[in-house]
């Protein structure tokens, strides 16, 4: 641990409110480049009390000058070691004083990375691995889009999305901002590759508001590409213009810029029909419809913002203004799309961050139209407004907030079918009409640096009210209830033996003229700060009122010792009821619409006990997998004027064996599930005076078994992925106890991509699934065959690039006299001279035998068949210009 003695001379004025001279602390990382968004926090030696905390900028940060004394500095940022280091102050200097500190990170080979040329290819910090671009490119990329696609983990989709784990990632980062929003193809298609110097996948991500959030795993994902020193303060323009026989077009500038502390984008699209809507800081989309002009403004967004350097900094798009002592942002959003929405608001900030007033106004209307299909149609208009008003300083935090919202919801069905013993069609009308008030008044105040209170209370009006019209006007469900509810919290947090401490107590009372109920939570987490490999998380809740009680207990326990993983979760709940009347909270009440009626489920009441347990072994280069779960649940669902005694028992076991070596090779994974459930649901689909309709989807006594597994080998310069699904279940369903029907089901696929490894600029990729679908109900035998085989074949040369893919799907049924075959063929053709390309595409949907795609729905009562013309190919021939 190291010590540092400072000299300070207190005769200047700096910052707001604080007197004297500053510290100016300037966090490096390995490569020299400044830790821009790194936390910086000062803490008293004696006690840890928190003094003062900054976020570091280009050129670090300032803190202004402390008492003198001992303190200790706390500097964290995402992947790189914590440093704590102690400062003395011993005596006064009249001139300010900057430190420097090197970020350490630990650097490591993941277990079966391959190692090409000797070029480390993954790097891990913490949640962040960093890859080495050398050891995945091969020169022959041309946008970010063909470098993240290489990447091992990474995917990017035909839209320029940006998966991880087959889903898209909650942030694309360009130098650590988020510049693109939603819109990740502006990116992956406008950046070109020789601007990316590496890039980074970031697990439990954080964005500035919650990097202080240390004891709760955020589950977000993001990926960081760092650009070029050269592209840093370059920019990056694309325009597009692609036209079709049809005179169908997409016009498209995309203009993107990223500094060291700044960056903003600019979007303009004019999109064919059926493109998806733009979501972007500053966009315009114009569709044009077949071959007339009909142009909607789609959305038109501009916001203009002054922010301070502190924990909630973000790059915001269309420049940035940069101020110590006011935030303000105003924005206003119109998008026309079936209709029109609306939401504008300003939001502002004055002060410091120690002495902060925050203000907030919004307003949102919208009123959009649905149309589900020729009979359906959904209107949603609502409007809503909000005030915030906030005062904070060091220690305590008052908040007043008084919202209102207003919504109204109607679904209208001409034909609305009950697929039962006697098949009926009527007309119906379901609407909804829901008003919420709820002002609150929050206060906190810190007692210590480990102890927090929290005290709100808020008077919440809603009103909730819907028709369903089947043959009256009669309301089907009228609420209307004002509570107020009063919370108590304390929060409690320390560090003893390296072992983090946190632990909340929430107590909340609530009333009304009806009932009384108090809800009392506690929280304990114990999680071990330097390797993060220990972690011990309890609850115990109950909540009770009148006519509702509920108490349980949580626990979870984490380690890893001795190369093994293991994974304690023990849930129990128990959940009760009285009379349940009419007045009692909407709380424990749940609506939904369904294609078959207004189902209403109104209480719950019983208990549920819930184990699971896994455990990992790595040994010889092996890595063995096993676990364990069980249900057990005896809720009861009651009903208007039904009451449905429903057990449920759900236990399933599952082992797999996953092989990974260390030093490379085949790489395959083969597990296997069983598992009992028994359940029963009996539901109300409509009421009417004289009858009531109701239908009973019960699968007793199912029994279900499941093999899947991968393979990946690499055979010289080929890579082989070998993919198998199997599952196989059976027990009854019907439409009452009495007549109940056996049901048993079967699902087998099989999925194998190989894959070129090497070549010098040609990648070829073939695909090839099959899948088959068995389904046995009573007598009736269903057999579905779903088989496809596709290409995928790119080739680079200088300046040139040329890809072609193409896909053939063949669909057999036993309950379809014809096979169904469909053939999907898209080529691209690229010619780049320096920043100029140009681009010519083609896509094309052929079908062999038939001009109607068929879509078929297996459900257990009935079989549906959708049928729709498919649209014929279309050459699109475009241009392109990328600098």
Known sequence: MKIYSLIFYCTLFSHFFLSGQSIRIKPYIETGEPAVGATIQLFSAIGDELITFAVAEYDGCLISQPELGEYKLVIRMFGYEKIN???????????????????????????????????????????????????????????????????????????????????????????????????????????????????ELIRNYRNSHQQ???????????????????????????????????FNSRFSIDLLKSRESSGWSLFFRHNTVGDPSIEQPLSITIEDLQNYSQYDVDRIDYRFNKFKTIQDQVSIPLGTIKNNDYNIV???????????????????????????????????????TEIVDENQQLLLPSASFRNRFTVKNEKSIFEL????????????????????????????????????????????????????????????????????????????????????????????SNTYLGIENDSHLSIIKRWNKNSISYDVNFNALKERIQNSTDTIYGQLYFTSNMTFFQHGIRMKNRFWKDKIQ?????????IGHGNAPNGTSNRSKRTVLSPTGVIVYDYHSGNSISFSYRKSLILNGLKY???????????????????????????????????????????????????IKNQGLLVLVGQRDDYTLRKLVTMPRVKYRSINGFLIKNYFKWKLNFNVNFSDEEGFTGENELFLKQIRQKFLAFNSTLQSVGWNNV???????????????????????????????????????????????????????????LSFLNARFEWRYNSFTFRLEGKNVLNMSSANQVDVSILPEFIEVREYQTFPGQILMGLSYSF
């Open 212 to 246: 202080f959030l240390e004891n709760e795993e955020s589950n977000q994902v993001a990926v960081n590409v760092i650009l070029t020193e050269k592209a840093k303060s370059a920019l990056s323009k694309n325009f597009k213009l692609l036209l079709s026989p049809e």
């Open 85 to 199: 280091e102690y400062l003395e102050i011993k005596k006064k200097y009249p001139t300010d004083t900057t430190i420097s500190f090197l970020l350490q990170a630990e650097a490591y080979d993941l277990p079966g990375v391959s190692v090409v040329d000797k070029i480390i290819g993954l790097k891990k910090r913490g949640d962040t691995l960093q890859y080495n671009l050398r050891a995945y490119t091969t020169n022959t990329e041309r946008t970010m889009g063909d470098v993240l696609s290489g990447l091992p983990g990474i995917e990017v989709d035909e839209y320029g999305n940006v998966k991880v784990d087959n889903k898209k990632v909650n942030s694309l980062l360009i130098d650590g901002k988020n510049l693109t929003n939603e819109q990740h193809g502006v990116a992956t298609e406008g950046i070109l590759s020789e601007s990316i110097a590496s890039v």
């Open 566 to 574: 293991s994974t304690l979760l023990v849930n129990q709940s128990f």
């Open 763 to 821: 990648v070829l990729q073939l695909n090839a699934k099959q899948i088959f679908n068995w389904q046995i109900i009573d007598d009736d035998y269903i057999r579905f065959i779903n088989q496809s085989f596709g290409v995928n074949s790119s080739y680079v040369y200088k300046d040139w690039r040329f890809s072609i893919d193409y896909e053939h799907t063949i669909r057999v049924s036993n309950i379809f006299p014809e096979v169904n075959n």
């Open 625 to 675: 997998r096993t676990g364990f779960n069980t249900i057990y649940d005896t809720r009861t669902l009651i009903l208007p004027n039904v009451t449905s005694v429903n057990p449920e028992v759900n236990e399933n076991l599952s082992v797999s064996l996953f092989k990974k070596p260390l030093s490379g090779g085949t790489i395959y994974n083969l597990s296997f599930g069983i598992g």
């Open 401 to 492: 907030l008084i919202p209102f919202r207003y919504s109204y919801r109607k679904f209208s069905n001409q034909q609305m079918g009950f697929f039962s013993n006697n098949r009926f069609e009527q007309h119906y009308i379901y609407n909804n009409q829901y008003i919420l008030s709820q002002p609150r008044i929050i206060y906190r105040h810190k007692l210590s640096n480990n102890f927090f209170v929290n005290l709100q209370h808020s008077i919440r009006y809603e009103m909730d009210q819907e028709n369903f019209n089947a043959s009256s006007n009669e309301p089907f469900l009228d609420f209307n209830d004002g509570i107020q509810s009063l919370n108590y919290q304390i929060n409690q």
């Open 330 to 368: 105003f924005n206003s959003d119109i998008i026309s799309n079936k209709g029109i929405r609306n939401e504008t608001y300003i939001v502002g900030s004055l002060g410091s961050y120690n002495r902060q007033l925050n203000f907030e106004r919004r307003y949102t209307a919208s009123d959009i």
